[in-house]
């Protein structure tokens, strides 16, 4: 039976909630200060209804806040009526260039307000891991700190060589499976056990990468045993339930499936739309890497250098840092560094 482990990092300027199963992350929940509540996946609000395209068999709304979302419209009931208020909850977080999605539940009146927040990280850690006992403090931060690792990472090494590759695109999720060093006398056998894996490791990869929608695996080899391979990807999607459907393998050699999306991808959250850490995103880098020094020089002055940029996002996190630190720290800008470069130094 797997073992779950459930981290809390609270950070300066946000917080981070990994589930770990048998070592290894699978969920990675980031809620950033500042965050629109009502864009949360299982927030409640009542929503106007700005516009209705029959075309499309969608409805525009606005949500508190000024935030927009996307209600699917059935074709077994009336459409509600523009400018019209509605009772709404997030069953989608909205994605790059793409609206959060929601489910109605039913007429309202009023102007935009959020009626219930969505669960806490604490809540949802609760609800993903029952009964596990949750870990803080300086565990938590180096599991947090891996886990994002991980996420941000496109090449993933297979157990017994070999590597998956993860790249989302505005279509699909592409999963590409490369045998490597595998191989040997009997290639097939290789092959067979190089997607078998990978089918369980890059389901357990997508849920802390936040990726779903299409998913399609590029398998290695040829004369794949269908059934083997269905059971696999059974068997590694089944927590991502309900909502999952997995096609029969193409002629081409590829495996097609969908996973609901509910969270708001990692990479959206923290890369910009050329693959590249945001300034925020590099701010709170900042703000840990001078926690993480603050401890190992207690009373010491703090240096911490980084770019322009990181550091003009710095600016809104100053106050939180200096309740933690005091104010011994002084930033230095460094014209050229990338935003994921940053150095804290002790004096």
């Known amino acids: 039976m797997s073992e779950r482990t459930v981290f809390l990092d609270r950070c300066i300027g946000e917080t981070r909630g990994v589930v770990a199963v048998d070592g290894r992350p699978e969920r990675l929940l ?3 200060d500042g965050d629109a509540p009502a864009l949360r996946l299982g ?6 209804v700005r516009s209705v395209e029959k075309a499309i068999g969608a409805a525009f709304l606005d949500l508190p806040g000024g935030a927009e979302a996307l209600l699917s419209l059935r074709a077994d009931e009336s459409p509600p009526v523009r400018g019209s208020s509605v009772e709404v909850e997030i069953r989608s977080e909205p994605r790059r260039d ?3 999605t929601v489910r109605m539940i039913g007429a309202a009146e009023g102007a935009p307000v959020l009626l219930q927040a969505a669960p806490d990280i604490e809540a949802e850690l609760e609800m993903l891991a029952r009964g596990a006992a949750i870990v803080e403090g300086a565990a938590a931060r180096e599991a ?9 990472e ?8 070999g590597s998956i590759a993860i790249e989302p695109t505005r279509a699909l999720v592409s999963v590409d499976v490369d045998l490597g060093g595998r191989g040997g006398v009997d290639s097939k056998r290789a092959a067979r056990h190089a997607n078998l894996t990978a089918l369980g490791m890059a389901a357990r990869l ?17 004369g794949h045993d269908g059934k083997a391979i269905d059971g696999a990807a059974r068997a590694a999607f089944a927590p991502d339930n309900p909502g999952v459907a997995i096609d029969k393998i193409s002629r081409f050699g590829a495996l097609t499936l969908t996973v609901p999306r509910r969270r708001r991808p990692v990479l959206d959250l923290l890369l910009d739309s050329n693959g590249r850490l945001t300034a925020a995103s590099g701010a709170l880098d900042l703000a840990r890497a001078l926690e993480r020094q603050g401890r190992a020089s207690p009373g010491g002055r703090l240096t911490a250098l980084a770019s322009p940029a990181v550091l003009g996002a710095f600016e809104s996190l100053r106050p939180a840092a200096t309740d933690r630190l005091g104010a011994r720290f002084s930033l230095e800008p460094r014209e050229g560094w990338p935003n994921d470069r940053c150095e804290v130094i002790a004096r």
Do not use: W
Not at 154 to 161: A, C, F, I, N
Not at 206 to 222: A, E, N, Q, S
């Open 144 to 152: 947090a700190d891996a886990a994002q690792a991980e996420a941000l």
């Open 206 to 222: 997508l849920r802390l990468k936040g990726l779903g929608g299409l998913v399609v695996f590029d398998l290695v080899g040829r």
């Open 43 to 48: 927030a409640r609000s009542v929503a106007r």
């Open 30 to 32: 980031i809620v950033r």
């Open 154 to 161: 496109t090449v993933h090494p297979l157990p017994g060589g």
């Open 98 to 100: 793409k609206l959060a």
